[in-house]
């Protein structure tokens, strides 16, 4: 399955979760929910993957933590936040990169219309 046939399951996945939970919850609450509906699609889906770190010729003593990874593909990245800010952005753009994946999904739950808050972020993705 290509990324772009995976980000058309992930969207509706993510308008079921919004639609049957709706806004104001904490992001555990969306990563969770969202977690059960990508299985229900028989999707292989980690949560909390620890991805290293490469600088120079070592590996950092640190690691950070992506929401979701469907079927080590496509990265989503939850928040639940007043506005996405240009960092969040920043944040999966840097994550993309470092893994090596040609998509992301930065999605944020706290809005009055999930469709404006559902953000793909390519890193070159042939369309």
């Given amino acids: 399955m290509t990324e ?3 980000s058309y399951k ?3 996945a993510i308008f079921k979760v919004y639609n049957t939970l709706g806004p104001g919850l904490f992001e555990s609450v969306y990563e969770s929910a969202l977690y059960y509906e990508l299985n229900k699609l ?3 889906v980690a949560r909390q993957v620890e991805i290293t770190i490469p600088y120079e010729e070592i590996v950092l ?3 950070f933590k992506i929401d979701l990874l469907v079927e080590d593909k496509v990265i989503i ?3 639940s936040v007043e506005d996405l800010a ?3 952005y920043k944040q999966i753009t840097n994550y993309l990169k470092l893994t090596d994946k040609k998509l992301g999904i930065l999605v944020n739950f706290n809005t009055t219309s999930i469709l404006d808050d559902i953000k793909r972020i390519v890193n070159k ?3």
């Fill in 77 to 79: 990245e939850l928040k």
């Fill in 61 to 63: 003593d640190v690691a």
């Fill in 4 to 6: 772009n046939e995976l």
């Fill in 86 to 88: 240009p960092i969040h």
């Fill in 125 to 127: 993705l042939q369309e």
């Fill in 42 to 44: 028989d999707l292989k």
């Fill in 10 to 12: 992930i969207r509706g």
